[in-house]
């Protein structure tokens, strides 16, 4: 496979993945407003999920206030915001229509008429609580682009590629909303335990669409230890940090055996996925919750480099 086609599939996955994952976390941002709005806070929480997305320097030069309104057409709508839902889709269907013969019709037609269907919403159209439906949709397109490229494409080294996309972007939106929790109560210690504290992270979990699976794992209630552990060292928990770094790493070995021989993206797959398997809660908790996440970050975006460079292709496409 030409590192050019390479490339486009492995963004044509990390952008729909983006775009639901952008979704999920002006979702946990617009709810945790609600929870504060009577108390002043709802720019608070705005501003930190868009922190924990990395967009927040792209906001500053809007130079505006930070309510749900321009918040949600920024993360929307927003032209200028790379990581916005439109960047994202039209981000995905050019990957797709340029490498159009590498995919099938089934993921074709649920990536152009997602975008489509997007491109005809107004910023009016989306206020309240059509808002929450929105966002529902959209991670609902990129569960339809993934039954389709699971259920109809060949099982060769591009579909290796699409899947990895996916899964370092996973992870790294996982690593994002579980940090977003930091910033939002970094400034208000004393509320750790409270009722307001725990309420967040039960939000955290619908985020990651957890909560039901985390009832069935642990039945002393919510509990900050249990949510991170559930998030970041549950392998059956497919949105985890764990079950994506040995995910990730499995189709970077199909990948070696696809071409006869290893890379350096063996290396720094296999670092990713021991930085989670050789630790422990109390070990991640001890050092300090947002200084894992932040190295987990970095690792992953090491390995993005170590793909690009194994194969001859871009980091961004």
């Known amino acids: 496979m030409l590192g050019r086609t390479a490339q486009h599939l492995f963004w044509l996955s990390r952008y729909v993945e983006r775009a639901e994952n952008m979704s999920r976390l002006l979702e946990v941002g617009y709810r945790m407003s609600l929870t504060s709005r009577r108390e002043g806070g709802e720019s ?17 030069k809007k130079d505006r206030v930070a309510d749900v309104e321009t918040v949600t057409h920024f993360m929307l709508f927003d032209a200028s915001n790379p990581s916005s839902v439109h960047c994202c889709l039209m981000a995905a269907r050019n990957n797709a229509r340029t490498v159009r013969t590498a995919i099938t019709s089934d993921m074709w037609e649920t990536l152009n008429g997602a975008w489509l269907t997007f491109s005809q919403l107004k910023p009016r159209d989306v206020r309240g609580a059509k808002l929450l439906g929105v966002l529902e949709w959209i991670k609902q397109i990129s569960h339809e682009f ?19 996309g996916g899964l370092i972007e996973r992870a790294d939106n996982t690593a994002r909303i579980l940090d977003m929790k930091y910033y939002v109560l970094l400034p208000q210690a004393k509320m750790v335990g409270g009722d307001l504290d725990i309420q967040q992270w039960t939000l955290i979990l619908r985020a990651a669409s957890a909560h ?47 071409y006869g ?12 996925r021991a930085m989670v398997e050789d630790t422990t809660m109390e070990t991640i908790f ?22 690009s460079e194994s194969y001859n292709f871009y980091q961004t496409a």
Request: aromatic letters at 12%; one cysteine or more; glycine letters at 6%.
């Open 44 to 60: 608070e929480h705005l501003v930190s999920m868009m922190q924990a997305a990395e967009v927040d320097e792209e906001w500053a």
């Open 212 to 258: 039901r699976s985390y009832r069935h794992v642990y039945h002393e209630g919510y509990k900050a230890q249990n949510i991170a552990d559930f998030l970041i060292l549950r392998p059956e928990m497919p949105r985890s940090l764990i079950y994506c770094a040995r995910f990730i790493e499995t189709q970077v070995e199909a990948l070696a055996k696809f």
């Open 146 to 164: 993934r039954g389709a490229f699971q259920g109809t494409l060949l099982r060769d080294d591009g579909y290796a590629f699409l899947q990895a």
């Open 286 to 307: 001890a050092h300090g919750l947002h200084e894992f996440l932040t190295e987990f970050i970095e690792r992953n975006n090491k390995l993005t480099t170590a793909l």
């Open 261 to 272: 021989c290893s890379k350096s993206c063996d290396g720094a797959a296999a670092e990713l």
